[in-house]
């Protein structure tokens, strides 16, 4: 079992930003592929950005490219978010995710393919 804690979340206005952290704990050994998901009131559950293991190599979705950069320690221990320029669509509760498996990059956004979560965080940015 991989138990995942987020902290970091807040309210901040538009433009500004915040550090989103996940601390990995248990048998953080079978996380391979660990992301960032959020959702908004009424909406599905969106991915933002993904990290793989082996490679370390991010993936970034195409609404947040340029203001968020996704981190991990190399002890697999703590995953990051960093969330700049932010802007009022960005509000949403961000969850942490975990794969027990390298996941193929066509799936890399497909939230059914990680196995851990956690249980969120809020962010609201004001306009």
């Known amino acids: 079992q991989v138990q995942l804690e987020e902290s970091g979340g807040g309210s901040v206005q538009a433009g500004g930003s915040l550090r989103l952290s996940c601390a990995a704990s248990?048998?953080?050994?079978?996380?391979?592929?660990m992301g960032w998901f959020r959702q908004a009131p009424g909406k599905e559950r969106e991915f933002v950005a993904a990290?793989?293991?082996?490679?370390?190599?991010?993936y970034i979705s195409d609404s947040v490219k340029g203001r968020f950069t996704i981190s991990r320690d190399n002890a697999k221990t703590a995953l990051s978010l960093q969330m700049d320029s932010l802007e009022a669509e960005d509000t949403a509760v961000y969850y942490c995710?975990?794969?027990?498996?390298?996941?193929?990059?066509?799936?890399?956004?497909?939230?059914?393919?990680?196995?851990?979560w956690g249980r969120g965080t809020q962010v609201t940015v004001s306009s």
């Open positions: 995710a975990a794969a027990t498996k390298q996941i193929i990059l066509s799936a890399i956004r497909r939230s059914d393919q990680y196995t851990y």
């Open positions: 990290i793989r293991s082996t490679t370390n190599n991010a």
């Open positions: 248990g048998s953080i050994s079978r996380t391979f592929t």
